[in-house]
């Protein structure tokens, strides 16, 4: 299996050798890195594997067969579930919830001509010959009208028009700023918004009021291409463009070509140059290659076998320019064609949401990815080296703070979810599959913490370990458990449990014992339980430990050997099995004490019920169920989340999967059920959300729930639908820009390589969160597709959600299933981010990837205007959440009813400070997603633009930056900076007065507390019993919920205040707006990057913010 997010390699100025690369037979036998710096002059080849393929417009067209998504759901499960005899109604936990079918709006067609854009002067020549579009006026009516660029580049003509000809025009040097996507208010007004897509509009901002000429593009290349056009001439004007000098990237083409040119007659032949460009983009199909320069040829009337330079250079620009990496980087540029150490600051920065990024680890990034020595000698990242970084670890999606261990391991092993395998030793299913000790070796290696033992008596006195009877292979229990010796702790160094299911005489079960005790020896954890805890010890404490889960006798039982209640699962699989032995049948077991004295944390024990359990159940006994059995408790999850707080429960799969399909883990993680064992052995959508889930903490095979499921007192409920008490929820904006290198499904009975893909955005969790959306079908382009589609989702419980991108093909015969990659919500980096890709199987499939666009905020709003009345409604509703309720106990609600006036000012607080950036957000021209580097980048643009004078400057001498005026200024740039006082005002309010209200509310919070141990005994004294008791317990449960809570969302409000603050100092600075060039106030001090936080920090009841 490749390494995950396999990206390209770069060097610090090395390079390839050209001699190498074009003796290679094939693209599989391209060699590494020559790190020799003398061969700095053969540059051209030093991309080694992760430019992406060509440039053509001819992409995303409207599926004119209107293929809708209706099969692919139930295409989806049999590619990923190997049961198409049972079709799904959906994927997600919600079942009742049908899928929406998305509205067609504006087709990505191709753009006029299949022109190639991979210039400025090619996006020039476009708007010269000009193009339709839509004029948007003020009255939510839309108007064809053709524009074009005049010649002379100075102004911008539209026609017809009812206006004189030469009013229909707008001087380029009137232009203040240009817009991509519905920024103004006219294109977020009540009649428009949903009739086009963000990607397919821009805006004009001109003149000295500021006004908006609002425009509507029928794709989203024609508007890049404008924006792009039009920022380059604001920025340089006519001359830049009539200037032209050879750019950065043509000379290092020609200079590959000529170290390639070993005649040095200006021609190479054909299959050397195709092998060059393979090796500079190792995803790109040499046929593509061959195809693109006889077109060339062609175009100029050529026929030969040799390419030239002129050819060559011309091929290599066309194919290896990914038109959404130059559209971003000519819009971080000031729109050069290049980025120099300052852009890529400004990008790393504001874009990519890194913490002190200097000038020098910028110069490290150009030293690293830049393939041209005089890109590299002048700091300037060209369009490849830029591609190079975007392709690189460093842009992964998958945040790598998270690839190491990063959550707090002292937690009591039941507040853990644990990665444990079902049937470990089967290779395939129940019936036809083998067991093979390759089973253990493959769940060690891939984090798992608990292994499943099915042990049978065996011939010479020696335990078998197998699966039902009629299997082609049987593995000695001894060689399992010397293998298990072997890799326990290769992959992980936390506890490995392993569950002992018993068919054995107790003569094999003493061989067992002695098995494991000889080869395990002190890795083997023996020590009794301590009756004086409550709860099992971390999994820190039990590091390099082994526990066996399986019956044991009770403590000083005098007897070798006696009767015990069997395991379900043992008893399950001897009924299948049609066991000839009636004591196992009816559920008995003969136990020697041998293998009984190896159990001490995981002691066996039937299930009864709740009460039973919390009454009687020690911490150290755990519990397993089927799935089915396990289902049954969903109608009271909340009794099934709070039983899981203190004990262990596993839960494997029905006895009626015989064909070893996986049940869906969520469905049990959000009860907080610790082991839910899967079938390793089968790949799909299943083990996809459980390989994924657990990657989040090092992949050491343990991942924190979520603390709401944790805390001794807390109101959670694993049904919820809506907004849960004390949890901010998270919204999720989410661009699927494009893909790269598509495969065609291996399944597929289609001929040819074509595919035409589409992709399935899924998020997994509690049903509140449940939901997917697909983009539209990109016809005949797999090896670079554009989508351009935003989605939006809101998260309320983003500790249990999973991010799930799915790869189908539209025109398949047989399966559409191109690839997947599974994240959990809390390791998705921001910004500009490459998605690494897994096949079926879960192998990383070479240079394929898509490329997305990331940004979280914690609140929904913001952006379209007919929807902020619902926002409005939506947000007195979710006040329902921050509210206590009465328990009918009136000495508690009395404590409780103290905190109604502080809740409602900590929700004030938040409330005030979220609704005042979003509206000096929309009036910035930006979505709620942005953040303040941003805001203050793009007012500065504005400020700075009238003759070089500034108009405002910001004065960072105190904690709250203030915007001072310093001369008349227009009506809308105004309004922005009354809108920027009233953010730094409620920011002030919020920063100032958290402490004090956060104190009130941890102040109630632990009054409440003080009753919890006596709530049943003084509920009972005011005459509750029955079900007023039981609503007295769940109220309680939720005012201590939502009063931490509130104060833990008050906490992170001002934390992310005094955030936003730095950020305004910072970005002043680094655009020129500050009055003075203080260091930043200590009160807007760093952050800390992400460490482990103990339990203790996290509740501590300090009275400060």
Same mark, same amino acid.
């Given at each position: 299996?490749?390494?995950?997010?396999?990206?390209?390699?770069?060097?610090?100025?090395?390079?390839?050798? +050209?001699?190498?690369?074009?003796?290679?037979?094939?693209?599989?036998?391209?060699?590494?890195?020559?790190?020799?710096?003398?061969?700095?002059?053969?540059?051209?080849?030093?991309?080694?594997?992760?430019?992406?393929?060509?440039?053509?417009?001819?992409?995303?067209?409207?599926?004119?067969?209107?293929?809708?998504?209706?099969?692919?759901?139930? =295409?989806?499960?049999?590619?990923?579930?190997?049961?198409?005899?049972?079709?799904?109604?959906?994927?997600?936990?919600?079942?009742?919830?049908?899928?929406?079918?998305?509205?067609?709006?504006?087709?990505?067609?191709?753009?006029?001509?299949?022109?190639?854009?991979?210039?400025?002067?090619?996006?020039?020549?476009?708007?010269?010959?000009?193009?339709?579009?839509?004029?948007?006026?003020?009255?939510?009516?839309?108007?064809?009208?053709?524009?074009?660029?005049?010649?002379?580049?100075?102004?911008?003509?539209?026609?017809?028009?009812?206006?004189?000809?030469?009013?229909?025009? #707008?001087?380029?040097?009137?232009?203040?700023?240009?817009?991509?996507?519905?920024?103004?208010?006219?294109?977020?007004?009540?009649?428009?918004?949903? &009739?086009?897509?963000?990607?397919?509009?821009?805006?004009?901002?001109?003149?000295?009021?500021?006004?908006?000429?609002?425009?509507?593009?029928?794709?989203?290349?024609?508007?890049?291409?404008?924006?792009?056009?039009?920022?380059?001439?604001?920025?340089?004007?006519?001359?830049?463009?009539?200037?032209?000098?050879?750019?950065?990237?043509?000379? $290092? !083409?020609?200079?590959?070509?000529?170290?390639?040119?070993?005649?040095?007659?200006?021609?190479?032949?054909?299959? *050397?140059?195709?092998?060059?460009?393979?090796?500079?983009?190792?995803?790109?199909?040499?046929?593509?290659?061959?195809?693109?320069?006889?077109?060339?040829?062609?175009?100029?009337?050529?026929?030969?076998?040799?390419?030239?330079?002129?050819?060559?250079?011309?091929?290599?620009?066309?194919?290896?320019?990914?038109?959404?990496?130059?559209?971003?980087?000519? &819009?971080?540029?000031?729109?050069?064609?290049?980025?120099?150490?300052?852009?890529?600051?400004?990008?790393?920065?504001?874009?990519?949401?890194?913490?002190?990024?200097?000038?020098?680890?910028?110069?490290? @990034?150009?030293?690293?990815?830049?393939?041209?020595?005089?890109?590299?000698?002048?700091?300037?990242?060209?369009?490849?080296?830029?591609?190079?970084?975007?392709?690189?670890?460093?842009?992964?999606?998958?945040?790598?703070?998270?690839?190491?261990?990063?959550?707090?391991?002292?937690?009591?092993? =039941?507040?853990?979810?644990?990665?444990?395998?079902?049937?470990?030793?089967?290779?395939?299913?129940?019936?036809?599959?083998?067991?093979?000790?390759?089973?253990?070796?493959?769940?060690?290696?891939?984090?798992?913490?608990?292994?499943?033992?099915?042990?049978?008596?065996?011939?010479?006195?020696?335990?078998?370990? %197998?699966?039902?009877?009629?299997?082609?292979?049987?593995?000695?229990?001894?060689?399992?458990?010397?293998?298990?010796?072997?890799?326990?702790?290769?992959?992980?160094?936390?506890?490995?449990? #392993?569950?002992?299911?018993?068919?054995?005489?107790?003569?094999?079960?003493?061989?067992?014992?002695?098995?494991?005790?000889? !080869?395990?020896?002190?890795?083997?954890?023996?020590?009794?339980?301590?009756?004086?805890?409550?709860?099992?010890?971390?999994?820190?404490?039990?590091?390099?430990?082994?526990? @066996?889960?399986?019956?044991?006798?009770?403590?000083? %039982?005098?007897? =070798?050997?006696?009767?015990?209640?069997?395991?379900?699962?043992?008893?399950?699989?001897?009924?299948?099995?049609?066991?000839?032995?009636?004591?196992?049948?009816?559920?008995?077991?003969?136990?020697?004490?041998?293998?009984?004295?190896?159990?001490?944390?995981?002691?066996?024990?039937?299930?009864?019920?709740?009460?039973?359990?919390?009454?009687?159940?020690?911490?150290?006994?755990?519990?397993?169920?089927?799935?089915?059995?396990?289902?049954?408790?969903?109608?009271?999850?909340?009794?099934?989340?709070?039983?899981?707080?203190?004990?262990?429960?596993?839960?494997?799969?029905?006895?009626?999967?015989?064909?070893?399909?996986?049940?869906?883990?969520?469905?049990? $993680?959000?009860?907080?059920?610790?082991?839910?064992?899967?079938? %390793?052995?089968?790949?799909?959508?299943?083990?996809?959300?459980?390989?994924? $889930?657990?990657?989040?903490?090092?992949?050491?095979?343990?991942?924190?729930?979520?603390?709401?499921?944790?805390?001794?007192? =807390?109101?959670?409920?694993?049904?919820?639908?809506?907004?849960?008490?004390?949890?901010?929820? &998270?919204?999720?904006?989410?661009?699927?820009?494009?893909?790269?290198?598509?495969?065609?499904?291996?399944?597929?009975?289609?001929?040819?390589?074509?595919?035409?893909?589409?992709?399935?955005?899924?998020?997994?969790?509690?049903?509140?969160?449940?939901?997917? &959306?697909?983009?539209?079908?990109?016809?005949?382009?797999?090896?670079?597709?554009?989508?351009?589609?935003?989605?939006?989702?809101?998260?309320?419980?983003?500790?249990?959600?999973?991010?799930?991108?799915?790869?189908?093909?539209?025109?398949?015969?047989?399966?559409?299933?191109?690839?997947?990659?599974?994240?959990?919500?809390?390791?998705?980096?921001?910004?500009?981010?490459?998605?690494?890709?897994?096949?079926?199987?879960?192998?990383?499939?070479?240079?394929?990837?898509?490329?997305?666009?990331?940004?979280?905020?914690?609140?929904?709003?913001?952006?379209?205007?007919?929807?902020?009345?619902?926002?409005? *409604?939506?947000?007195?509703?979710?006040?329902?959440?921050?509210?206590?309720?009465?328990?009918?106990?009136?000495?508690?609600?009395?404590?409780?009813?103290?905190?109604?006036?502080?809740?409602?000012?900590?929700?004030?607080?938040?409330?005030?400070?979220?609704?005042?950036?979003?509206?000096?957000?929309?009036?910035?021209?930006?979505?709620?997603?942005?953040?303040?580097?941003?805001?203050?980048?793009?007012?500065?643009? $504005?400020?700075?633009?009238?003759?070089?004078?500034?108009?405002?400057?910001?004065?960072?001498?105190?904690?709250?930056?203030?915007?001072?005026?310093?001369?008349?200024?227009?009506?809308?740039?105004?309004?922005?900076?009354?809108?920027?006082?009233?953010?730094?005002?409620?920011?002030?309010?919020?920063?100032?007065?958290?402490?004090?209200?956060?104190?009130?509310?941890?102040?109630?919070?632990?009054?409440?507390?003080?009753?919890?141990?006596?709530?049943?005994?003084?509920?009972?004294?005011?005459?509750?019993?029955?079900?007023?008791?039981?609503?007295?317990?769940?109220?309680?449960?939720?005012?201590?919920?939502?009063?931490?809570?509130?104060?833990?969302?008050?906490?992170?409000?001002?934390?992310?205040? #005094?955030?936003?603050?730095?950020?305004?100092?910072?970005?002043?600075?680094?655009?020129?707006?500050?009055?003075?060039?203080?260091?930043?106030?200590?009160?807007?001090?760093?952050?800390?990057?992400?460490? +482990?936080? +103990?339990?203790?920090?996290?509740?501590?009841?300090?009275?400060?913010?």
């Amino acid at each position: 299996m490749m390494a995950e997010g396999q990206a390209i390699k770069p060097g610090s100025g090395s390079v390839l050798n +050209p001699a190498a690369i074009l003796a290679s037979d094939s693209a599989s036998e391209l060699p590494g890195y020559n790190n020799d710096p003398h061969h700095s002059t053969r540059a051209f080849l030093e991309v080694a594997g992760g430019a992406d393929p060509v440039f053509s417009n001819g992409r995303c067209k409207e599926d004119e067969s209107s293929h809708s998504g209706s099969h692919s759901s139930s =295409s989806r499960e049999n590619s990923t579930e190997r049961n198409p005899a049972n079709p799904r109604s959906s994927i997600m936990k919600d079942r009742s919830r049908q899928r929406q079918v998305r509205k067609k709006t504006v087709s990505f067609s191709s753009m006029p001509n299949d022109r190639k854009i991979n210039s400025t002067a090619a996006c020039l020549s476009f708007m010269v010959e000009g193009c339709e579009m839509k004029k948007v006026r003020s009255n939510s009516r839309m108007y064809n009208r053709y524009f074009i660029l005049d010649p002379d580049m100075r102004y911008l003509r539209w026609e017809p028009s009812k206006k004189d000809s030469e009013k229909a025009k #707008l001087e380029i040097k009137t232009i203040k700023e240009v817009r991509l996507g519905k920024k103004t208010p006219v294109l977020r007004s009540n009649g428009l918004s949903d &009739q086009f897509p963000d990607e397919c509009a821009f805006s004009i901002i001109y003149g000295e009021n500021y006004e908006s000429l609002d425009l509507v593009a029928s794709s989203a290349d024609i508007v890049n291409t404008w924006v792009m056009g039009l920022r380059y001439l604001v920025s340089y004007g006519r001359h830049a463009v009539e200037a032209n000098p050879t750019s950065l990237r043509t000379s $290092w !083409i020609s200079s590959v070509f000529e170290v390639a040119d070993f005649e040095k007659d200006d021609q190479i032949v054909l299959s *050397r140059a195709v092998q060059i460009i393979k090796g500079l983009n190792p995803g790109m199909k040499a046929s593509r290659i061959e195809l693109k320069f006889k077109e060339l040829q062609k175009s100029q009337g050529s026929y030969r076998e040799d390419i030239t330079n002129e050819i060559f250079t011309e091929a290599y620009c066309e194919l290896c320019t990914r038109p959404e990496i130059f559209f971003l980087l000519m &819009q971080f540029s000031s729109n050069k064609e290049y980025l120099d150490c300052k852009d890529l600051m400004l990008f790393v920065e504001v874009e990519q949401g890194m913490e002190g990024v200097t000038e020098e680890m910028c110069a490290e @990034i150009v030293n690293k990815y830049e393939p041209s020595k005089e890109g590299r000698e002048r700091g300037y990242l060209s369009i490849d080296g830029f591609t190079r970084y975007l392709l690189s670890l460093e842009c992964h999606i998958f945040d790598p703070q998270h690839k190491r261990v990063c959550q707090d391991m002292t937690q009591p092993l =039941s507040h853990y979810y644990i990665n444990s395998s079902h049937n470990t030793s089967l290779l395939e299913d129940h019936f036809w599959g083998s067991s093979d000790i390759r089973g253990y070796i493959r769940a060690l290696k891939m984090g798992c913490r608990s292994l499943e033992l099915v042990v049978w008596d065996g011939p010479d006195n020696e335990p078998l370990i %197998y699966v039902g009877h009629s299997v082609s292979s049987q593995v000695a229990f001894c060689k399992v458990i010397d293998v298990i010796n072997q890799y326990a702790f290769e992959a992980s160094e936390y506890p490995l449990i #392993l569950c002992l299911v018993t068919h054995c005489s107790v003569r094999q079960q003493k061989v067992m014992a002695q098995h494991m005790k000889k !080869i395990l020896g002190d890795k083997l954890y023996l020590d009794p339980p301590d009756t004086e805890e409550n709860y099992l010890p971390s999994p820190n404490k039990l590091k390099g430990k082994i526990l @066996i889960k399986g019956k044991k006798f009770p403590p000083n %039982y005098p007897d =070798s050997e006696g009767d015990v209640t069997d395991e379900d699962e043992g008893v399950e699989m001897s009924r299948r099995l049609g066991e000839e032995d009636k004591d196992q049948m009816n559920g008995r077991l003969r136990l020697c004490k041998e293998l009984s004295d190896l159990v001490s944390l995981c002691k066996s024990v039937q299930f009864k019920d709740f009460e039973v359990s919390k009454r009687y159940q020690k911490y150290w006994e755990i519990c397993s169920y089927n799935e089915v059995d396990a289902n049954r408790f969903n109608p009271i999850p909340e009794d099934f989340v709070s039983y899981n707080k203190r004990f262990l429960s596993r839960v494997y799969p029905s006895p009626m999967r015989i064909d070893a399909s996986n049940m869906n883990p969520q469905d049990f $993680w959000k009860c907080g059920c610790q082991m839910v064992a899967m079938n %390793y052995q089968t790949p799909g959508l299943m083990m996809d959300l459980n390989i994924g $889930w657990f990657r989040q903490n090092g992949n050491c095979g343990y991942v924190l729930r979520p603390a709401i499921m944790r805390e001794e007192v =807390s109101y959670f409920s694993a049904n919820a639908k809506d907004s849960l008490p004390g949890v901010s929820a &998270q919204l999720l904006h989410m661009k699927i820009i494009s893909g790269q290198n598509l495969p065609k499904p291996k399944g597929s009975g289609a001929k040819g390589d074509v595919v035409e893909p589409y992709i399935y955005v899924e998020i997994h969790g509690i049903p509140a969160d449940c939901t997917e &959306q697909r983009t539209k079908t990109v016809t005949q382009n797999g090896d670079n597709p554009i989508f351009d589609e935003s989605f939006e989702f809101q998260i309320n419980l983003p500790e249990l959600a999973a991010l799930r991108f799915v790869v189908l093909d539209d025109d398949y015969i047989g399966d559409e299933f191109i690839a997947q990659y599974t994240i959990p919500f809390e390791c998705l980096q921001p910004g500009y981010r490459h998605v690494p890709l897994q096949s079926l199987t879960g192998e990383f499939l070479a240079n394929t990837t898509l490329f997305v666009h990331i940004a979280i905020t914690n609140r929904r709003g913001g952006g379209k205007a007919h929807k902020r009345g619902l926002s409005v *409604r939506k947000g007195r509703k979710a006040r329902e959440y921050t509210s206590t309720r009465t328990t009918g106990i009136k000495v508690i609600d009395e404590v409780f009813r103290a905190a109604t006036q502080p809740l409602r000012e900590a929700t004030d607080l938040r409330e005030n400070v979220q609704n005042a950036m979003v509206s000096f957000k929309e009036l910035c021209g930006l979505t709620p997603a942005a953040n303040m580097k941003q805001c203050i980048l793009t007012v500065s643009t $504005w400020l700075l633009n009238s003759d070089n004078t500034v108009l405002v400057t910001l004065n960072l001498s105190g904690h709250y930056p203030a915007m001072e005026i310093q001369g008349p200024i227009p009506e809308l740039l105004r309004k922005v900076l009354t809108a920027y006082d009233t953010m730094t005002q409620t920011s002030r309010t919020l920063i100032e007065s958290a402490d004090a209200v956060y104190a009130k509310i941890m102040q109630t919070q632990r009054t409440g507390m003080d009753f919890h141990e006596d709530l049943h005994r003084i509920g009972a004294k005011e005459g509750l019993k029955g079900t007023k008791m039981q609503k007295a317990m769940e109220s309680f449960a939720w005012n201590i919920t939502v009063l931490k809570g509130q104060a833990d969302l008050l906490k992170h409000a001002k934390h992310e205040a #005094l955030d936003t603050l730095r950020q305004i100092h910072y970005a002043a600075q680094s655009c020129g707006l500050s009055r003075t060039s203080c260091a930043s106030p200590d009160l807007l001090g760093t952050r800390p990057a992400l460490e +482990p936080i +103990p339990e203790t920090e996290k509740r501590s009841d300090t009275g400060s913010c």
